[in-house]
């Protein structure tokens, strides 16, 4: 168990749904991921939250909403997806200023959009 | 552009050989390189890591070479077994910040 907990963890959508991804920390992190991952291609980091602040927002569309209500929780709000927005979506946390490097991931929610 | 380069996409090794992955970056900022390990179904785990100031670092079967005048740092799997066949990224950071850059990934198998 990393301490990083992710539901659903498989999740099918229409185009026109809106379904939301929920991450949860147990680690006492201060900073929050979301990455996106497909095949073949490198892990894409999508936001990052540093106790509970946006600080990073990698040019995703704006069909992808984050939220992060306090430091051990982080939602991504999702509405009209498209199909290419099918991946396996990890939600990861961090000690910023501790042992800042160490990223730990959950199992991800592989999502597919039909 | 990508900023951490990685290979073999793919490798197959015989039980008890040697698995090795390639990576390469261009930042000279980045100061930590680690090595993270994924099953199937599971999120990536952190394997081992080097900073620029050693060449090698081991943990057991694992190790890390790094040439930083090449910019280029490498996975070492000794005595490799079937428990190993998973997928292995480097990455490369700043740890003045949290960006995390991650190569392709090489999917490994061990046959026994």
């Known amino acids: 168990e990393t301490g990083v907990t992710q539901t659903p963890r498989h999740l099918v959508m229409g185009m026109t749904n809106k379904k939301s991804l929920k991450c949860e920390q147990h680690?006492?992190?201060?900073?929050m991921y979301w990455y996106k991952q497909s095949a073949k291609k490198p892990l894409e980091l999508m936001f990052v939250?540093?106790?509970?602040?946006?600080?990073e927002n990698n040019s995703v569309p704006s069909r992808f909403s984050p939220e992060c209500p306090n430091s051990s929780h982080l939602f991504l709000h999702l509405h009209t997806l498209q199909p290419e927005d099918s991946a396996l979506y990890l939600c990861?946390?961090?000690?910023?200023?501790?042992?800042?490097?160490?990223?730990?991931f959950g199992s991800g929610t592989q999502l597919s959009v039909l | 552009q990508q900023q951490v380069k990685q290979s073999p996409q793919s490798l197959i090794v015989q039980k008890g050989g040697i698995s090795i992955i390639n990576c390469a970056y261009e930042?000279?900022?980045?100061?930590?390189f680690p090595w993270y390990q994924q099953f199937p179904g599971k999120g990536p785990a952190l394997l081992i890591a080097?900073?620029?100031?050693?060449s090698e670092k081991k943990e057991g079967r694992f190790t890390i070479s790094f040439n930083k005048s090449a910019k280029q740092f490498s996975l070492h799997i000794m005595d490799s077994q079937p428990g190993d066949s998973a997928t292995y990224f480097c990455?490369?950071?700043?740890?003045?910040?949290?960006?995390?850059?991650f190569g392709t990934g090489t999917s490994l198998t061990v046959i026994p």
């Open positions: 990861a946390s961090s000690q910023v200023g501790g042992q800042g490097e160490k990223l730990f």
């Open positions: 680690l006492g992190h201060n900073a």
């Open positions: 939250y540093n106790f509970k602040e946006q600080t």
């Open positions: 930042n000279t900022a980045f100061d930590y």
């Open positions: 080097i900073r620029p100031d050693v």
């Open positions: 990455a490369a950071s700043n740890l003045a910040g949290n960006q995390f850059y």
